[in-house]
C-alpha cells in the first residue's frame, strides 16, 4: 500500500469530529478506487503518527469503518478496506442496501435495443446442429469468427478467421491481452482517463501503467516522451470514441502515433468496442490495425447490441496468435455457444440495431445537455465525437466528496479518478447517455441538489444517516 | 525453458535419419504438454552440443519443424514451438488439417442432451424482463446464485447466495481462484494426475504446483510432506470423481485431508464440477466446504448439462469474497444473461437431464471396457466411481508415442504426461466417457492398430506423410 495515499488524507476537517472526518476520508480513498478491497489500513500507530492525530481518533474512525460495512477487522491481520453491498462489482460504488429508486449513473449501459429480442430468436434456428456437438469453441465457433473477420475486411483491414480469438466479452479480451504481452513488472502507456477495466487488467499482471495526460485531444509529444522514458513493452489504446471523453483520434495522429510505438517497438492494445457508436457523423479511419499491422484489436458486441450478450474478441497479429491463444484457454473455454449464434445473427444485418441505438444514445445526449445547462451552468461539458458518456468538468475538484453525498440523494456517481491510474481528475464526472431519456431531468435535479450540498459542505452521510438508504 | 527437458530427448531412436529424429522427438515434446507453444527452442548449437549430435543435423531438425508446422523461425528471435492448427486449444493435440473422420478422444465433452433444447426454449420465457435491464450481472444474476446456493444447502453444506460468484465457465472460475489465492512464486499442491486446466491457470499466474501421486486413491502421507515441506498456500483438489481417474475420495479420507490442510493453514480450490456424474451409485459426502470452511468450491453446469452453456461458479468463505470478487472482474464481466437464465431453468428440475447424461456415460464404459478387453487386453483400465472417463494403463511408457503414432489412423488422443504438473504418467491415456456409444468399437479398432505400429516400432508420421491427413 502507497503511503501516499494516507497523506492525502490530510486537511481533515473541522467541521465534525476528528475520528468522523476520518472515516469519511478514508471511504472516499476506497470510493474512487486510489485504494480497493482488501488494501490493508495502516496500523493505528502509524496512522496517528503519519496524520499528527491522536490514536484514539485513529481506533474510533476503523471502528466506524467497520461498523458501516467498508472495513474489515481481523485477528493478527489488521484492518482491511472492505466493500459494502454484496451485489456490485467492486469497480463500481457500492452504496449498501441501496434504494430500487436510486439512479445509478456510475454504469454506461443500456437496455437492450428494441431488435434483440427478435435476434436471438431468430438465432436459435441454428440451435439442434449447435446442440449436436460438444459446444466448446474455446477460440470461438468458425462462423462468427468469419463474420467478425468480414466486419474487419470491410472497415479497410483484410482479416483472416484465423487471426481472431473470440471471448465472454470484452473485458476478457483486455485480460487476455495484458497477461499475452506484459510480465510482472513490464510498463503500459495508457491515456489518463482511460477504461477502468483495463486499469484492472493492467493491475491482475502486476504490470504498471504509465500515463499521459488526454485533456481535449491526444498529446502525441506526451506519447512520444513516455513511450521514450519508459520502454513499454505496450500500449492500451482507444482511439474510436475514446472512453471517457468521447474523443475520435484524428487520421493524422493515428499515423503519427503509429509511427511512434512502432519506433519504440511498442504493441499497441487498440480497443475498439466503441467504434460503432458514431455521434457526430465523422468519417471513420479505418480500423488502427491498418497503420500498424502489429496492433492487437478489441471489440464487443456488448455495445452496440446489449450487455448481456458475452461476446468480445481480440484480432491477432500471426506473430501473437500463439501467446493470445495459450492465455485465452488458461482464463476460460471461450463464449457461450448460444450468445456465439446470437452475434452471428446479429452481423446478418448489423444496420437497424446499430442505428437504434445511435439515435437512443443521441437524444439522450440533447437531454443531458439540456438539463445540465440549465441546472448546473457551471459545468462544463462537450458534446461527444461519440461513444457512451459526457465527461463532465466541474468547477472544483469535488468528484470524490460529490460521489460521497450523492447517496443521500440517491444517486451512483462515478467519480474522476476512477478514470485514471494516476488517479487524477478529481473535477471530473462520468455521465451515462444509456441512461433511459426520461429520467435524465429527475438525474439532473439530483445532481444539482448534490452539488448544493457540496458547495455548502454539507458533510458526506456516515453511518446510519442516509447512506444505508 | 527448462533444459532437462532437452536431455529428454535422448536417445534418439536410429532407424531413421537423426534430423528426422530429432524433430520426431521435440515434436513428442510439444504434443503431451511439456514444452507449450511459444517456447524457445536452444540455439543449434547449445541443442547440438547437449545432445552430442552435429550442428547440421539441428538445423535440419529445426527446418523440418517449421516445414511442418510445428515450429516458427524468427530473424533475431530464434526458434520457436508452434501448433500447427488453427482451431483448436493449445492445451489439446492439434494436426494440422485433421481429416473430418477422425475421432477425437482427447477431450471429455459430449453432445447435448435430449432435454436441452426444451430447457433453453422455456427459459425464453423469461426473456423480455431480462432484455429491460443492462444485462452485465459481473458476480451472477440473483434468481441464479440463489438456486446455486440452494444446491450448495441441499447437499448438505448451508450457502448463502452471497457466497456465489458466477463465471462464465468453470475453467474461469478456476482462474479466478488462483488469480486470488496466488502470487507469483507461491506453492501450490496438486495431485498427479490432475485436471490440465488447473495446471495451465497455475501457469499464468506464475505459482509453482507440487504433484502428489495419486494411484489407487490418495496418499494423505504423502499429502502431509507435501504440505510440510512446502509450505504451499493453496491446494487444488477433485474429491468427487476425479479428473481423469474417476476415483470418489472414501469420507475417512476426506476428514483427515481437511485436518491437515488446516493444520498447514492451505487454503483447498475444491472443483466439484464431476459431482453428479455418479456412476457407481456411491453414497455423495457433503460437499468438501462442509468439513472445511476455508475451502472455494467449483462447479458448472458444462459437464451435467452441456459445454456450450458457460456457465461456472466459486462459493466463497466471506474471508475470500472480496479478494475473488475483485479478480473476477478482471478477468470478465460476467457470464451470459442468456446462459443465466438456461440455468435456472435446468436447476428447476435437473433429475431427468442429470439421469440420461448418467446413463449415456454408463452405457459408453460398458462398451470401452468391452471393446478393450478383447482388442487389447494388455491394456489394465478400471471401472471409474465416476466422471467422464477412463483412465488406462498402457504395458508400456509408450503415450506420447501411442498419441503421435494415432494421426495415420485418424485418431487424437491425449497421452498420460498432459494430465500433470510434474509430466509423469508416461504409461496412461485417458479415454473420454463423452463418445457416442456407436463410435467405441471403431475408436478401439483404430487405437489397437496405432498400439500394433508402436509395438511393431513403426515411426511416427513425419512431415508428407499422414499428419497433414
Chains 1, 2 share one sequence.
Not at 13 to 19: G, K, L
Not at 34 to 51: C, D, N, Q
Not at 73 to 87: D, F, H, N
Not at 142 to 171: C, E, F, K, N
Request: aromatic letters at 6%.
Amino acid at each position: 500500500m502507497d503511503t501516499r495515499h494516507w497523506l492525502e488524507l490530510l486537511p481533515l476537517p473541522a467541521d465534525v469530529p476528528a475520528y468522523l472526518a476520518l472515516a469519511r476520508a478514508i471511504r472516499g480513498l476506497a470510493m474512487d478506487g486510489r485504494v480497493g478491497a482488501g488494501a490493508r489500513l495502516p496500523s493505528e500507530r502509524t496512522l496517528a503518527a503519519a496524520l499528527g492525530v491522536s490514536r484514539t481518533t485513529v481506533t474510533r474512525a476503523y471502528g466506524e469503518l467497520v461498523a458501516s460495512g467498508w472495513a474489515r477487522a481481523r485477528q493478527g491481520s489488521g484492518t482491511t478496506i472492505a466493500l459494502p453491498s454484496g451485489e456490485r462489482a467492486p469497480s463500481l460504488p457500492l452504496i449498501p442496501g441501496l434504494r430500487t429508486d436510486a439512479i445509478d449513473l456510475s454504469a454506461a449501459a443500456g437496455l437492450a435495443p428494441a431488435g434483440t429480442e427478435a435476434i436471438i430468436r431468430s438465432s436459435l434456428d441454428w440451435l439442434p446442429a449447435t446442440l449436436n456437438s460438444a459446444g466448446y469453441e474455446p477460440f470461438g465457433a468458425p462462423h462468427l469468427r468469419r463474420r467478425i473477420a468480414d466486419w474487419y475486411s470491410a472497415r479497410g483491414l483484410v482479416t483472416d478467421p484465423g487471426q481472431v480469438v473470440v471471448t465472454a466479452g470484452a473485458m476478457t479480451a483486455v485480460s487476455v491481452a495484458m497477461h499475452a504481452l506484459l510480465n510482472p513488472g513490464d510498463r503500459i502507456v495508457v491515456d489518463s482517463p482511460t477504461y477502468p477495466g483495463a486499469i484492472g487488467a493492467i493491475e491482475v499482471v502486476r504490470a504498471r501503467a504509465v500515463s499521459v495526460p488526454l485533456v481535449a485531444g491526444w498529446d502525441l509529444a506526451g506519447w512520444g516522451e513516455a513511450l521514450r522514458r519508459s520502454k513499454a513493452r505496450a500500449a492500451y489504446l482507444i482511439p474510436d470514441f475514446h472512453n471517457p471523453t468521447g474523443l475520435l483520434m484524428p487520421q493524422a495522429q493515428r499515423e503519427d502515433l503509429a509511427g511512434l510505438l512502432g519506433q519504440h517497438n511498442c504493441v499497441p492494445v487498440v480497443d475498439e468496442t466503441l467504434a460503432e457508436l458514431n455521434l457526430a457523423g465523422s468519417a471513420m479511419p479505418a480500423p488502427f490495425a491498418a497503420l500498424d499491422p502489429r496492433a492487437v484489436s478489441i471489440g464487443s458486441l456488448s455495445k452496440v447490441l446489449w450487455g448481456g450478450i458475452r461476446i468480445g474478441w481480440l484480432r491477432c497479429p500471426p506473430a501473437l496468435l500463439d501467446a493470445v491463444r495459450t492465455r485465452a484457454v488458461q482464463l476460460g473455454l471461450g463464449a457461450s455457444a448460444l450468445d456465439q449464434l446470437v452475434a452471428t445473427s446479429y452481423f446478418e444485418d448489423p444496420a437497424p440495431v446499430r442505428e437504434e441505438v445511435v439515435r437512443r444514445l443521441d437524444t439522450a445526449c440533447d437531454r443531458w445537455l439540456q438539463a445540465l445547462a440549465v441546472r448546473l451552468p457551471s459545468w462544463q461539458v462537450a458534446r461527444p465525437d461519440g461513444g457512451l458518456a459526457l465527461w463532465v468538468e466541474l468547477p472544483r475538484r469535488a468528484s470524490s466528496e460529490l460521489a460521497l453525498a450523492a447517496a443521500a440523494h440517491r444517486l451512483v456517481l462515478a467519480p474522476g479518478p476512477r478514470f485514471s491510474a494516476d488517479r487524477t481528475h478529481a473535477n471530473r464526472l462520468r455521465l451515462p447517455l444509456t441512461l433511459p431519456p426520461e429520467v435524465i431531468e429527475e438525474a439532473v435535479e439530483r445532481l444539482a441538489a448534490t452539488w448544493d450540498d457540496v458547495l455548502r459542505g454539507v458533510p458526506a452521510v456516515g453511518r446510519g444517516e442516509s447512506l444505508a438508504l
